[in-house]
């Protein structure tokens, strides 16, 4: 669905997984730092908000988008997290290096989910501009961490069992 479609922070409270006593590492790109930031800080806020300890969210940075892959590696490994949400955000310029980024963070970020049993979450906004990506991140779309968080929360819920 189009992000023009949805606001990014409107969910049913009565719909997501409690997260009590669930840990959640939560790793950000520096790069982009106004972006990232906030969108971080709407995925902590959204945690806490169902149920999430403060103690039990691990935050990590990373210098840029593509060191998420890493991170997120690492946070999976250790076999602390029930969920790690990976933010980042690339905006698009004159070179091609936007694609490269986009395309190897999402490779990479998608391998981490097929090869390991901890839900890794896609928090990795691309847009065309800055304004494009103020608006994603607490702006008039809404917050895509708040999105990340409740789809942390479900997967986390929804596959535990398994």
Request: charge should be negative; include cysteine.
């Amino acid at each position: 669905m189009a992000t023009e479609l949805k606001n990014l922070s409107s969910y049913d409270p009565s719909k997501v997984a409690d997260g009590s006593g669930r840990k959640v590492g939560i790793v950000y790109a520096e790069w982009n730092e106004e972006i990232t930031y906030a969108l971080r800080d709407g995925a902590v806020k959204t945690l806490i908000k169902n149920g999430v300890s403060q103690s039990d969210i691990t935050l990590t940075s990373v210098p840029g988008s593509f060191e998420l892959i890493f991170g997120a590696s690492q946070m999976v490994k250790s076999g602390k997290y029930d969920a790690v949400i990976a933010i980042g955000c690339v905006i698009r310029g004159d070179t091609p290096h936007f694609d490269y980024i986009c395309e190897g963070v999402t490779a990479g970020l998608s391998r981490l989910n097929v090869e390991y049993d901890t839900p890794v979450i896609f928090g990795l906004i691309t847009t065309n501009n800055l304004q494009q990506a103020q608006e994603r991140s607490g702006g008039r779309l809404g917050n895509k961490g708040d999105e990340c968080a409740v789809t942390a929360l479900q997967m986390i819920a929804q596959f535990k069992h398994i």
